[in-house]
Nanobody
Framework: QVQLAESGGGLVQAGGSLRLSCAPS????????MGWFRQAPGKEREFVAA????????DYADSVKGRFTISRENAKNTMYLQMNSLTPEDTAVYYC??????????????????WGQGTLVTVSS
């Protein structure tokens, strides 16, 4: 069974940085687009960032542009989310996702084939 294992979450002070990793197991996802979503307490899950199969195309939510960077290493079957200048508003459970497409879908929440179990990021003020 395909699983996505996220790691790298934790507690950090405002202004700090964290790097999340997502490593699928069970099969390779090197030919599929992948993404990160997050869900804060009492809020809906929202799109954060996405990357196409090759890593040459990326997209970000306006709220994280300039602070977060998504990347992938297909040889390691791993995706990353580097998060800098974190604020308390970034506190959420972060989920990685694999799309059923090679390119980033127009509607970011569509075409998600597999979800990770989530990793908690807490930013203290």
């Amino acid at each position: 069974q395909v699983q996505l294992a996220e790691s790298g979450g934790g507690l950090v002070q405002a202004g700090g940085s964290l790097r999340l990793s997502c490593a699928p197991s069970g099969r390779s996802f090197s030919t599929y687009a992948m993404g990160w979503f997050r869900q804060a307490p009492g809020k809906e899950r929202e799109f954060v960032a996405a990357i196409n199969w090759s890593g040459r195309s990326t997209d970000y939510a306006d709220s994280v542009k300039g602070r977060f960077t998504i990347s992938r290493e297909n040889a390691k079957n791993t995706m990353y989310l580097q998060m800098n200048s974190l604020t308390p508003e970034d506190t959420a459970v972060y989920y990685c996702a694999v799309y059923s497409l090679a390119s980033i879908p127009v509607v970011r929440k569509n075409y998600v084939e597999v979800w990770g179990q989530g990793t908690l990021v807490t930013v203290s003020s």
